[in-house]
């Protein structure tokens, strides 16, 4: 089955960091972009960061320098690592893959940041 499987949120404190793990079954993630995607109750889904099929990688404004993004295509898996986390990354983080029209989305990990 195609799909891909996130792992990893937890409740952390403020200043803590998680990582996040994402798991590639039947696709392949050297030859497509791999994304991390949030949402927060009540808001968007909005873009966290990106791996392309060439290995680089871009963030949001709002995450950038806290959060790495990176790969092993061996293990066909993604990870998000995040440090200094905030109460205001608290969401549940999506990996997903976008090629054209189609879209591949995971079911998803809850992150919690407590104050």
């Known amino acids: 089955q195609v799909q891909l499987v996130e792992s990893g949120g937890d409740l952390v404190q403020a200043g803590g960091s998680l990582k996040l793990s994402c798991v590639a079954s039947l696709v392949s993630i050297n030859i497509n972009d791999i994304n991390w995607y949030r949402q927060s109750p009540g808001q968007q889904r909005e873009h966290v960061a990106t791996?392309?099929?060439?290995?680089?990688?871009t963030y949001a404004d709002s995450v950038k320098g806290r959060f790495t993004i990176s790969r092993d295509t061996a293990k066909r898996t993604v990870w998000l690592q995040m440090n200094r986390l905030k109460p205001e990354d608290t969401a549940v983080y999506y990996c997903?893959?976008?090629?054209?029209?189609?879209?591949?989305w995971g079911q998803g990990t809850q992150v919690t940041v407590s104050s």
């Open positions: 791996i392309s099929k060439t290995g680089s990688t």
């Open positions: 997903n893959l976008s090629r054209g029209t189609y879209a591949l």
